[in-house]
Structure formats: structure tokens, C-alpha cells
Nanobody, 128 residues
């Protein structure tokens, strides 16, 4: 069982930046593919960014490419989402997710149902 905790959310003005952190308690995330998802009020949860456990390949939603960066921290139990040039439409609750290691470890997963563990989320608000 993997327990994930997000942090770093907050309120910023458009054009500002935030760095979200996802930490696993009691377990390294080095062998897990990781993803960040967000859910705005009244909308479905959507994929934001993902990183594979094998090779650290990354993938991003088209709406955040060039602005967001997912990365693994020096600590093996931490994954980050650096968010720059934030826009009001980036608002929502951001959750990190982990997928159990598989033989397809080089893949980046973009569907919520493909992940096995979820954090409770951290809220991001962007004002105009």
C-alpha cells in the first residue's frame, strides 16, 4: 500500500508559479510510474502530467505543455510538478497518483483508472 500526500498548492495571480510536491510515506517511488491530475469545480478529473518509473519519460496535457514540468526529486519518495505561467483555467484540486510497477515501466499513463494509489489533493487557485 502506498500513501501519497500532496503539498504546495495555494492562490496566485495569473502568470505566477507554484511547485507542487507529492510525497510517499514509508516507501520509495522510484519504481512507480507517477501522474498528476486536476479537477476543477463542476468538471471531470483530467490528466496533467506523468512520468514513467523506467527511463523517466514524461508526457503532458496539451494545455500545460511548455508551462508545467513533472520531475522526480533527489529523495526517492518525492515527485514534483513545477507550474509556471499559470492561468485562471489551471485552477482546481491537484492530485498525484502512483501506478504499481509492471513490465511496461517505460510507459507514461494518462488515464486515471490506470493508477492504483491517490493522494487527497492540494488546491490551486489562479486569479486574473
Amino acid at each position: 500500500q502506498v500513501q501519497l500526500v500532496e503539498s504546495g498548492g495555494g492562490s496566485v495571480q495569473a502568470g505566477g508559479s507554484l511547485r507542487l510536491s507529492c510525497a510517499a510515506s514509508g516507501r520509495s517511488l522510484s519504481s512507480y510510474s507517477m501522474g498528476w491530475f486536476r479537477q476543477a469545480p463542476g468538471k471531470e478529473r483530467e490528466f496533467v502530467a506523468g512520468i514513467s518509473w523506467l527511463g523517466s519519460r514524461t508526457n503532458y496535457a496539451d494545455s500545460v505543455k511548455g508551462r508545467f514540468t513533472i520531475s522526480r526529486g533527489n529523495a526517492e519518495n518525492t515527485v514534483y510538478l513545477q507550474m509556471n505561467s499559470l492561468r485562471p483555467e489551471d485552477r482546481g484540486v491537484y492530485s498525484c497518483a502512483a501506478k504499481n510497477p509492471t513490465v511496461t515501466g517505460a510507459l507514461v499513463y494518462g488515464r486515471a483508472r490506470e493508477y492504483d494509489y491517490w493522494g487527497q489533493g492540494t488546491e490551486v487557485t489562479v486569479s486574473s
